[in-house]
């Protein structure tokens, strides 16, 4: 899995943990609900800026986000390498 991807997945996850609709999030970090379904999707990065922005709109940290997404990648690439 790469970054994007795994991204994408920890996104969903975050906002679904709160009860947030994409159009929720969407409101509460400033961007539309068409971004953050393509960053679900897997078809957009977030720039920093953004992802900052994403974390305080899902009542997090930044770093905790990335955290997830790099254990996310690194499972992953372990179990292609067996």
Same mark, same amino acid.
């Given at each position: 899995m790469n970054p994007q $991807? &795994?991204? &994408?997945l920890v996104?969903? $996850?975050e906002r679904l943990n709160r009860g947030l609709t994409q159009s929720d999030l969407a409101s509460l &970090?400033?961007?539309t609900s068409r971004y953050i379904r393509n960053l679900e999707a897997g078809r957009s990065s977030p720039t920093l800026d953004t992802l900052f922005g994403l974390a305080c709109a899902l009542?997090?940290?930044a770093h905790h986000i990335v955290a997830n997404v790099e254990e996310k990648v690194d499972a992953t690439d372990i179990r292609n390498s067996d």
């Amino acid at each position: 899995m790469n970054p994007q $991807q &795994a991204f &994408a997945l920890v996104l969903r $996850q975050e906002r679904l943990n709160r009860g947030l609709t994409q159009s929720d999030l969407a409101s509460l &970090a400033g961007v539309t609900s068409r971004y953050i379904r393509n960053l679900e999707a897997g078809r957009s990065s977030p720039t920093l800026d953004t992802l900052f922005g994403l974390a305080c709109a899902l009542d997090t940290k930044a770093h905790h986000i990335v955290a997830n997404v790099e254990e996310k990648v690194d499972a992953t690439d372990i179990r292609n390498s067996d």
